[in-house]
Every structure is written in C-alpha cells, then in structure tokens.
C-alpha cells in the first residue's frame, strides 16, 4: 500500500487522510467507498470498507490486525497472488486523538474483469448466484450462458483458490455465491474473493463467523474448518449444473462427469472426514 505506515506489523492510515471517492456499497456490516490517491502494491485501485457500529462492537481488531500484516510477512509470490485473487485486507483505517480506533480497512478494489453489465444496462459485481439460474435467465438478464467446459473451468480456478488459500491458513467459511465472483473474459475462466475480512486466519475469526441461508453446513456444523469449505465448494459445484439456487443433487454433474459427480457427492457427505480436499 503506497503511503501506509506501520504499528504492531500492520499497516495503519488515518481516516483524515483518505480523499473518498464515489460509494461503492453498502452492506449489513458496513459501507465501502472507493478511495482516491492510493494503489495497493501500486497497482490496483482501493477501496474503504468502513464498519457500521454494531460490526464495530463485535470486531476482533487484534485478528484483523493480524490479517493485515499477514500479507507483507509472507514471500512476495504469495502476497502478490493473494492480493491479486481475493480483496484481503492491506491497512487498518483509524481514527481518534492517538490514532488507535479502528474504523475499518482498505483492500483492493474489484477487478473489472469480475463486473456483470445486464441486459438492462446495471453493472453489477459478477456474483456466482447470477449462474444459479435456468439458461433462460441466463440469456435474457445476464446476456451470457457459460459452456459446460466453462463451468468446470471455474470449478478448478475455485478449487485451486481455496487450496492455495488453505495453505496459508485461511478458511473462506462463508463460502457462498455472493461474496464469490467470476470471470469469464481471459484465457481461463478465473474466480475473485470478497469479505475476506469474514475469513479465519489460523484459527482465530476478526468477526463471528455466519453461514449465508441455504448454504448452511449439515447438522449444526460450525464453519471454521478447510472441510466446512469443501462442503460449500462441493453445493456450489452441483449447483451449477442443476441451474438452481438450491439443491443438492450431482445427477446434472454426473451426467456430464461420473468421476467429477462423484467427488461432488462425497464433499456433500454429513461426516465431514469422508470429504475430499477442494
């Protein structure tokens, strides 16, 4: 992040010194502005996510602070891959007299390879949920209907995402088809992670993880495992070839991919040891 300082590891900028630019959403946890004057790892455009009081309240600053500073201590590769497929978090914002209350956190900004222009003409964050639907809606709101062979090419840009991501400690755990992004536009499909301040980092959660509704774990398991995030990848996957928002039958991926359907059907397995890595 060009003009960030450090505190404690992590990297710290005033509130006072943003220039804010246009909002860019807002959400049940906080608000998001673009920022003007400032590129993370001098090159991608930034954003503020800025905390409502309540996400405030129930905010673990030391693990996000932790988030923060665990870009930069990690080989340059990694931190370069991770800043370019998830909007991490890159410096804390903060504010009051001795500059230690935390107001929330600067990422990167979505790529403009992860927007959707519809039919009608809204630009809109390509979420997964839009590829959640019959081809019809496909081909008359979204104005694209992915290929089979496009699909799996998600699948495997997801699936080697949360690998790399495990990896470094990193459980998605609301893994769900709206904070997941997609492109199709570059020579492979690719995939984007948002509110990765939702993510745990070694065990240990900036704020209480939540499951998004049907995409729930079975029998009241908790979200904080790599298993909980095969399940999710593993309902994402089946859902894609069922064309549905809800769903859990393989036979659609199956029919494309007995040995695909199959691993399919073990991620979504109660007992979480029978799953597969993503």
């Known amino acids: 992040m060009t003009g960030a300082g450090t505190g404690a590891g992590a990297a710290r900028i005033a509130r006072s010194d943003l220039v804010l630019g246009r909002p860019l959403g807002d959400g049940g946890q906080g608000r998001v502005w673009a920022v003007e004057k400032r590129l993370v790892n001098r090159t991608w455009p930034v954003a503020f996510k800025e905390y409502h009081p309540k996400a405030l309240g129930e905010l673990r600053v030391d693990v996000l602070e932790r988030m923060v500073a665990h870009l930069p201590s990690r080989p340059a590769s990694e931190g ?12 804390l914002v903060t504010d009051g007299q001795d500059g230690q209350d935390v107001r929330g956190f600067l990422m990167r900004q979505i790529p403009d390879d992860y927007f959707l222009t519809l039919q009608g003409g809204a630009r ?9 639907n019959p081809e019809a809606y496909l081909r008359n709101v979204v104005g694209v209907v992915p290929s089979p062979r496009q699909l799996f ?6 699936a080697e995402t949360l690998d790399r991501l495990h990896g470094l400690g990193v459980v998605a755990g609301d893994l769900s088809p709206k904070n997941l ?6 020579p492979r499909p690719g995939c984007f992670l948002i509110d990765c301040d939702a993510m745990g980092l070694h065990g240990a959660w900036a704020l209480e993880p939540v ?10 398991e908790r979200a904080e495992t790599r298993q909980g995030d095969t399940y999710k990848f593993a309902l994402l996957a089946v859902r894609l070839f069922m064309h549905e928002q809800q769903g ?5 991926l199956r029919a494309l991919d007995p ?5 399919a059907a073990r991620g979504l397995s109660a007992d979480p040891a029978r799953r597969p890595a993503p």
């Open 153 to 158: 090419g998600l699948l495997l840009a997801l």
């Open 80 to 91: 370069r891959w991770l800043a370019g497929n998830t909007a991490w978090p890159a410096a």
């Open 248 to 252: 859990q039958d393989p036979a659609p």
């Open 124 to 132: 809109k964050p390509a979420g997964f949920e839009f590829l959640l």
């Open 259 to 263: 040995a695909v359907g199959e691993l």
């Open 181 to 186: 992004l997609f492109s199709l536009s570059g």
């Open 211 to 220: 499951q998004t509704p049907a995409w729930q774990l079975p029998g009241g």
